[in-house]
T-cell receptor, first 112, second 112 residues
């Protein structure tokens, strides 16, 4: 069964540093998403990406965040100047239509 | 935007009993309602979904019902087994290309 792949699985970074989280969506999927989950809490939407541009973003997704699809396979989330409260599990997801999201295994980001 | 409420936050059942988790949504235009299962430290996995043109959908021991008039939908798990223990999230999506909005999750414990 096709999978969404995320790297790294765990990232520890100093407060104020920049991090890039990487995702390889399922190859024939057209919609891409980033969600985050603070420990023990619900899955929160960050941003969606379709047709090489952002289609929706939440209030969380401020100027600190950016997304890119630098080539035909990768989908990245960049967090500039990380803060302690950015510590969370970040999930990438993709879907062929805007249904049936498949989630990646996540990147646990720890900001110290 | 969409707002999804989920109840209960925790649920314990004896093995073999049924479990029911309920969600309500706010946007009457929402038309897609998936349920995800998340085991500890793992990704959310889609277990069943329903679209607004049907009232009920079943897949073996799992069923979802939708009441569009009341704007609520429920997950029913029959003959529960210990491996059903996990956090279950409901979600809903507005029409068009808007992203999924998740409930806060229900931690289900099946006691052997």
């Amino acid at each position: 069964e096709p999978e969404v792949t995320q790297t790294p699985s765990h990232q520890v970074t100093q407060m104020g540093q920049e991090v890039i989280l990487r995702c390889v969506p399922i190859s024939n999927h057209l919609y891409f998403y980033w969600y985050r989950q603070i420990l023990g809490q619900k899955v929160e939407f960050l941003v969606s990406f379709y047709n090489n541009e952002i289609s929706e973003k939440s209030e969380i997704f401020d100027d600190q965040f950016s997304v890119e699809r630098p080539d035909g396979s990768n989908f990245t989330l960049k967090i500039r100047s990380t803060k302690l409260e950015d510590s969370a599990m970040y999930f990438c997801a993709s879907s062929r239509e805007n249904y049936g999201y498949t989630f990646g295994s996540g990147t646990r980001l720890t900001v110290v | 935007g969409e707002n999804v409420e989920q109840h209960p936050s925790t649920l314990s059942v004896q093995e073999g009993d049924s479990a029911v988790i309920k969600c309500t949504y706010s946007d009457s235009a929402s038309n897609y309602f998936p349920w995800y299962k998340q085991e500890l430290g793992k990704r959310p996995q889609l277990i069943i979904d329903i679209r607004s043109n049907v009232g009920e959908k079943k897949d073996q021991r799992i069923a979802v019902t939708l009441n569009k008039t009341a704007k609520h939908f429920s997950l029913h798990i029959t003959e529960t087994q210990p491996e059903d223990s996990a956090v279950y999230f409901c979600a809903a999506r507005d029409s068009g290309n808007t992203p999924l909005v998740f409930g806060k999750g229900t931690r289900l414990s099946v006691i052997a």
